[in-house]
């Protein structure tokens, strides 16, 4: 352990030049090209377990056993088999946007994480939208598998996480700022 805790590198001090550490993370102001390949590498492995857990387990679980009831109309009886999912039966819409999310998830983890161990450079578009979609797709599973919400809403949530990420790994810091501050703020000083 050095004097500096061992780990972190220290702060960039104003009025001295940067370190090499600092000038390879963008000159101390943290940027996407500063994550290391292999961090990211952990993170779409992470990200793809997750996406294959929640694909495999859909909320709501599954029918115990065969079930009759009346359809919503009441006009007929409806069957629910056992070991199909409880919410592909009652929330068919929410249903196929949660596994759409799941695969697209799944496939754009994997996607990074080849990318990666292919040593496509962590700044290139691949690498960073990839991050995006499977990381946003994580929400929107979490938000379609609460039944409370209207779909669209849930939509909406997921389009705004989109757009949040994309501007946070594809925007250089200071151009970041200026958006985040005209996105949250209406452009105004403080």
Same mark, same amino acid.
């Given at each position: 352990m050095g004097g500096n805790g061992g780990v972190f590198p220290p702060l960039p001090v104003r009025g001295q030049p940067a370190s090499v550490n600092q000038q390879?993370?963008?000159?101390g102001l943290?940027?996407?090209?500063?994550?290391?390949?292999?961090?990211?590498?952990?993170?779409a492995t992470l990200i793809t377990t997750l996406t294959y857990q929640l694909g495999t387990s859909i909320p709501g679980g599954y029918w115990q056993q065969?079930?009759?009831?009346?359809?919503?109309?009441?006009?007929?009886?409806?069957?629910?088999?056992?070991?199909?999912?409880?919410?592909?039966?009652?929330h068919r819409p929410r249903y196929w946007v949660f596994m759409g999310a799941s695969w697209v998830g799944f496939a754009s983890s994997m996607m990074m994480t080849l990318s990666l161990l292919?040593?496509?450079?962590?700044?290139?578009?691949?690498?960073?939208?990839?991050?995006?979609?499977?990381?946003?797709? %994580?929400?929107?599973?979490f938000v379609v598998?609460?039944?409370?919400?209207? %779909?669209?809403v849930d939509l909406l949530i997921w389009a705004a996480?989109?757009?949040?990420?994309?501007?946070?790994?594809s925007l250089h810091p200071d151009r970041r700022a200026r958006v985040i501050q005209e996105l949250c703020?209406?452009?105004r000083e403080t």
């Open positions: 390879q993370l963008g000159g943290h940027t996407w090209v500063g994550n290391d390949a292999n961090t990211l590498l952990v993170v065969d079930t009759t009831a009346a359809s919503r109309d009441g006009k007929e009886q409806v069957t629910y088999r056992a070991g199909d999912p409880i919410m592909r039966d009652l292919v040593r496509m450079p962590v700044d290139s578009r691949h690498v960073r939208w990839s991050f995006v979609v499977a990381y946003s797709s %994580l929400v929107l599973t598998s609460q039944p409370k919400t209207h %779909l669209s996480v989109l757009v949040f990420l994309w501007i946070i790994v703020c209406g452009g």
